[in-house]
């Protein structure tokens, strides 16, 4: 398999290092500031090109890492599935109804796979926790509830060019900080029916024209309820909250941790060691083992861990959060 990956800046050093570890050679990196794409070919082999469509058109390859601002991920999808390359993409898969169904179309037509970076499904405490709940030991699930509580500062917007804008960007601490958790809800309970949202920015008036703060409520088809919010008003970056009901216990995530409560006192708290650590802590250590999945889902036909109908699920409840606070109804979230 030959890969292409576009877009050199923090993400793609995770990237490049994950597939180095898994001993996969990069053909070709793409970026508009060449001297990055150069540094990335200097580091890890490969040529270096200063756009995708200078790279597409000279590299025979077989997939693409997408790892550019959020606006670019549909059009440089489409471009690749165009020419008959896989696509694997950092979050969101889209930043509007309009996109996701462009991507859509693509796929089906390419017939090839996209698979998006929800690496978090792959965090040893979200696995133990799955199949936990998995097992009915402690009973149907009732309810969650998860908190995103992240420090993003001016800076972080105004030096990146594409942050806090609508258009580049799509949202803020939802579209970018919080989505994880967003597919970690429908991971672990399954389809949302129904969401009732507000958004506010607290505290970057003046600097970002998107929200640092949402919260949610959030009904699942088999009738649960989540409680959800996220900002990046927060004076750190907390570890992730997310806990899980059940009928005779609870299931608690929290950063590496878990914690699992059950009938007569039952307490058990383990903590999970990242195997693979690069990049900033709260991108978790999971983007090896996706890529790993992603790669055997090519070469073995083994099913992906996240299904690009996961994906899509994922992306439409973060879009009835946008459009519940928008229009200040609970609307559907299942389209
Ligand atoms: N999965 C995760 O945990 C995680 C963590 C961080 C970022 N991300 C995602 O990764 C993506 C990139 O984020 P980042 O923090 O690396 O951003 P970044 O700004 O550090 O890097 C983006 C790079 O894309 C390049 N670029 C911009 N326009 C381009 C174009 N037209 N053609 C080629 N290159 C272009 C920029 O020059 C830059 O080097 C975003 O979608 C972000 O949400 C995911």
């Not at 025979?60 to 390359?85: F, N, R, S, W």
């Not at 896989?86 to 169904?101: G, N, T, Y």
């Not at 861990?305 to 994906?311: L, M, N, Q, T, V």
Request: charged share 20%.
């Amino acid at each position: 398999m030959k890969t292409l990956l576009v877009g050199c800046g923090s993400i793609a050093q995770v990237h490049a290092q994950a597939l180095h570890q898994l001993g996969r050679e990069i053909a070709g990196f793409a970026d508009i500031r060449p001297e990055r794409a150069q540094k990335m070919a200097d580091t890890y082999g490969g040529r270096a090109y200063a756009s995708l469509d200078d790279m597409l058109a000279n590299e025979q390859a077989d997939v693409l890492h997408i790892c550019t601002p959020h606006y670019l991920h549909v059009p440089m999808a489409v471009a690749a599935l165009e020419k008959g390359l896989h696509v694997l993409m950092e979050k969101p898969p889209a930043i509007v109804r309009e996109e996701e169904s462009t991507l859509f179309r693509a796929r089906e037509q390419a017939k090839k796979q996209v698979g998006v970076c929800f690496q978090n499904r792959y965090n040893p405490a979200t696995v133990q926790a799955l199949s936990l709940l998995q097992t009915g030991k402690l009973g149907a699930i009732k309810g969650a509830r998860a908190f995103v509580t992240w420090k993003r500062d001016k800076p972080y917007y105004t030096e990146s060019g594409w942050r806090g804008a609508w258009k580049t960007e799509g949202g803020g601490v939802l579209i970018n900080q919080s989505i994880h958790t967003l597919d970690l809800l429908c991971y672990l309970l399954g389809d949302p029916v129904q969401v009732s949202a507000t958004t506010a920015n607290h505290h970057l008036q003046g600097v970002i024209e998107v929200e640092d703060s949402a919260e949610a409520y959030i009904t699942f088809a088999g009738g649960q309820t989540a409680l959800f919010y996220a900002t990046t008003a927060h004076c750190t970056d907390a570890p992730v909250y997310v806990q899980i009901v059940c009928e005779k216990g609870t299931v608690t995530l929290e950063g590496d941790d878990m914690t699992v409560t059950g009938e007569n006192g039952y307490l058990t708290h383990t903590h999970f060691a990242p195997l693979h650590h690069v990049g900033k802590d709260c991108w978790g250590a999971s983007h090896l083992m996706l890529m790993q999945d992603f790669y055997d889902c090519l070469e073995k036909g083994k099913a992906f861990g996240i299904p690009y109908e996961d994906a899509c699920r994922t992306l439409n409840l973060m879009l009835g959060i946008y459009e519940s606070a928008r229009t200040g109804q609970a609307v559907p979230c299942d389209r």
